[in-house]
């Protein structure tokens, strides 16, 4: 039975819990973002992000996986998740996708810092 992370697992939100074994997961399973579809986002020890699509996603992650709820993703993504299902041309706006994840990241790491101090 996957576990629900509808919460997250408190990347912004206080006490950081990350996965601490491998785990079966369900994803975009909670209601606090519907301008998003709900969609939460997964950040795997590498760093990498993954974002199901599918509501109710399920999978197995790794320990040491962090699980960003909607409104998390919402604001690492500055306004949500952008759809691009009929592609953006020929390298058309990458600047503005790097650009936005930088400045989530930089978000992402002043949040921590606080919760830190």
Partial sequence: MPVQYATGTGAFSGARRPITKATPVMLNDGFDSPETGNREVGVLPNGELFSPQERNWTGIVPAG?????????????????????????????IGNFVGGVVNGAKNVYKSLKRSLN
């Fill in 65 to 93: 996986t962090e699980i960003l709820n909607a409104t998390e993703s919402k604001m690492l993504f500055g306004g949500g998740l952008k759809h691009f299902a009929s592609g953006t041309g020929w390298l058309s706006g």
